[in-house]
């Protein structure tokens, strides 16, 4: 990329060697795959903040810039940086100052004190270094805790995800109920410890884990309460563990009042899950509160520790279902009242926001894009008439029918059709009778889900991504030379839709 592109793509000024070279090559694919006009649209004032650990950090100068990319290019961006860099887990994508040009967050008192801790950090030896980074970047997003010598904990809490934002209905209230009776009654409503929710993606687990951590500081700001994601949760011991902190991080972790654990599903490791298991049994047993989520109930968690599950059945599970269209329509409504707060011109029909309601149904996230997207059309269309709508959100609708079809769904269609446990397909095991089904189930889900395939390898046994997109390559062959292989996955296909 040259020196002028490069600057298109945005140049920080602080993040330097791998990490800038690892963003100018994704900025390069970006703009060969989506094509320039798109490029530029989008990503023309994408900057790279922090590459120095697992979790990459960009930024944006508007929050819609920074929703958009977040719900329509977030995995392709994930894919492509894990090409070049193996040790990526997670892109976050944050909104800097206009004046400063920094990744700010809500709080800019927090984000100053970050950035002072960073430059401190700088002048501490290569491991310490290691240590902290990620951690540092975390830090910018939202309120973490820290155990009595400072060290970062946790993951960032959102101030905005509280119980009065989270919207309420007849799929969520029970959960909303237990929810806020864990942070009310504690560790004495021993029914809902420990308390786990699950549903798939972009219903609200997030926002409702979210919302207890901050409820439980506001309610008792003494309270040490620590929201994990798992993939945190498995950096952080692995992190101790190669430089013999691990005592030390497990002594830290014991003391915590309230632990939220989030993306339960990703937790993977023998060692790490080991380490899990003695954690959250020290907590209950000290009558702590433990708060878990993941995006299925914990009996289809296979790769999960048979402990870790046994302990997780010992509370209560909970699904949130998808949202009713009350639900949806509440949601926009409050959207578009927040939108106008900043946009007074800001214009959308009633009847618009309830066909949208009526058209887009799976889930708040994608309610959130089909938003995000009348706001933008609205800058130049004022006027968005109602049969317009569905030319808009075309394919937004288009995604909710693929969003519906689950990986573990494809994963028991394969199985039952070719009389093969579904262990068995999760394992490592290199027999053709299990690696066949394996590949035309990786497949499948590549093809029919819009998952990453990172997070395909993850849903099969915590697979290497490059072992997905060679399961890949070889159905896509083989189907090519084989008509009774093609039939046969088009019947599975029908099969997983049905």
């Known amino acids: 990329m040259s020196k002028k592109k490069s600057e298109e793509g945005g140049r920080a000024g602080q993040p330097t060697g791998d990490g800038r070279t690892t963003f100018d090559k994704v900025c390069q694919q970006l703009r060969a795959k989506l094509g320039g006009e798109v490029y530029q649209s989008w990503f023309k004032r994408l900057k790279l903040e922090d590459a120095s ?24 961006i994930l894919d492509f940086w894990q090409e070049a860099d193996g040790n990526a887990l997670k892109i976050d994508v944050v909104v800097r100052s206009a004046t400063r040009g920094a990744a700010v967050s809500e709080r800019a008192g927090q984000v100053a004190d970050a950035a002072r801790a960073s430059a401190e950090r700088a002048k501490a030896n290569a491991m310490a270094k290691s240590d902290r980074t ?33 919207v309420e209905g007849p799929s969520n209230r029970v959960c909303l109920a237990a929810a806020r009776a864990a942070v009310e009654q504690g560790p004495n409503a021993a029914r809902f410890n420990p308390l786990f929710f699950h549903s798939n993606v972009g219903l609200g687990k997030t926002h409702l884990l979210q919302a207890i951590a901050n409820a439980a500081k506001a309610k008792d700001p003494t309270k040490r309460v620590v929201y994990l994601t798992a993939e945190y949760f498995m950096w952080r011991f692995a992190s101790a563990i190669r430089d013999q902190s691990a005592l030390r991080l497990k002594e830290t972790l014991h003391e915590i009042d309230l632990l939220v654990i989030d993306d339960m599903q990703f937790l993977q490791g023998e060692k790490i899950q080991s380490e899990f298991c003695h954690l959250i049994n ?65 214009d959308i029909s009633e009847q618009v926001l309830a066909h949208v309601a009526q058209t887009v149904c799976s889930s ?26 569905d030319d808009i959100l075309g394919h937004l609708v288009r995604i909710d029918d693929d969003k519906k079809i689950r990986i573990e769904d494809i994963q028991k269609t394969v199985a039952n059709h070719y009389n093969v446990a579904r262990g068995e397909m999760l394992s490592n095991r290199r027999t053709r009778s299990v690696v066949r089904p394996r590949q035309i189930a990786m497949y499948l889900s590549k093809t029919m889900t819009p998952r990453s395939l990172p997070e395909i390898g993850r849903r099969f046994g915590g697979k290497d991504h490059t072992t997905v997109l060679h399961a890949v390559r070889k159905v896509e062959s083989l189907i090519k030379d084989d008509p009774k292989l093609a039939k046969e996955i088009e019947l599975l296909r029908r099969l997983i839709k049905e």
Not at 145 to 159: A, F, I, K, W, Y
Not at 310 to 339: F, K, N, T
Not at 372 to 381: G, K, P
């Open 134 to 166: 990620p951690a540092a970047a975390a830090a910018r997003q939202g309120v973490t805790e820290t155990g009595r010598n400072g060290e970062m904990l946790g993951s960032p809490v959102d101030s905005r995800y509280t119980f009065d934002s989270f």
């Open 364 to 389: 708040f996230r994608e309610l959130e894009g089909a938003f995000n997207q009348l706001v933008f059309r609205h800058s130049f269309e004022p006027d968005i008439a109602l049969d317009r709508v």
């Open 53 to 76: 650990g697992p979790v990459i950090q960009l930024s944006v100068p508007t929050p819609f810039l920074r929703n958009w990319i977040n719900n329509h290019y977030l995995d392709t």
């Open 282 to 346: 020290t907590l209950l047993d000290s009558a702590r509160q433990v708060v878990v989520a993941g995006d299925r109930p914990p009996s289809e968690l296979e790769s999960l520790d048979p402990r870790v599950r046994s302990r997780l059945h010992g509370g209560v599970a909970l699904e949130i279902q998808a949202p009713d269209y009350d639900m949806r329509l509440s949601m926009l409504q409050r959207r578009l009242e927040e939108a106008r707060r900043d946009d007074t011109s800001l």
